[in-house]
């Protein structure tokens, strides 16, 4: 299922695809009420025998869905994101689409293997296809190797990758560029921006899409 198809599908509004699945936040006000709801997630996941990530916060609750037999989205995410988000409603608890994000961190590599080796190691991740590692917790962000032909000893090569829902990116641009940030380099925008701090560090700002998408 394409980012597009997921939009698409009935139910879905309060979700938004940021790179690394389906995400949503519910604002529950209370811790109560968000273990409450995780109550209800749970019932209607073991249900649909489809499970998604919960993070439960004093005020709020961050979900995300993906299909890992997959490794991305499918129909069972869009079935599951339509009965959670009803079963929020039915618990007057309301979605902020504003809030969602995905971070991963990106390393520039010549010898990718050596690197990817080192990381796994001292952050104790495991490898997923050639060069991404994994917090096998899911709770981490995604450490992902960048093949480079050469090493650049006048930049720094570790950078963020930042995804954003299309619907907020231009307010985080604006805001990034207001905090004294810049844009060091908009070639590949809308897709994404590299900005960069006050010193040079760097984080590539994304509204997440894939080929099959569109921009409309």
């Known amino acids: 299922m394409t980012p597009k198809q997921f939009r698409d599908a009935d139910g879905t509004g309060d979700w938004r695809v940021v790179g690394d699945g389906a995400r949503a936040v519910f604002v529950t006000g209370s811790f109560s009420a ?38 991305d989205l499918s129909e069972r995410d869009a079935v599951l994101a339509r009965v959670i988000s009803a079963a929020a409603r039915e618990l ?60 650049r000893p006048e930049r720094n090569t570790i950078h963020l990758d930042l995804y954003v829902p299309r619907d907020q990116v231009e307010a985080r641009l604006a805001a990034a560029l207001a905090a004294g940030g810049r844009i060091a380099n908009d070639a590949f925008a809308p897709d994404w921006w590299t900005l960069a701090d006050p010193e040079g560090n760097e984080v590539d700002l994304a509204p997440w899409r894939d080929d099959s998408d569109d921009l409309d």
């Open 34 to 71: 968000g273990a409450a709801f995780v109550g209800a997630i749970a019932q209607v996941a073991d249900t649909l025998d489809h499970h998604p990530d919960v993070d439960l916060r004093p005020t709020l609750i961050a979900v995300r869905l993906v299909s890992r037999d997959v490794g």
């Open 92 to 151: 007057d608890i309301v979605a902020d689409p504003s809030q969602v994000q995905s971070l991963q961190v990106a390393i520039d590599a010549v010898d990718v293997d050596a690197v990817r080796a080192f990381w796994n190691a001292v952050l104790g991740y495991g490898s997923v296809y050639d060069a991404d590692l994994r917090d096998p917790l899911d709770v981490g962000p995604n450490v992902w190797i960048q093949q480079i032909d050469a090493a």
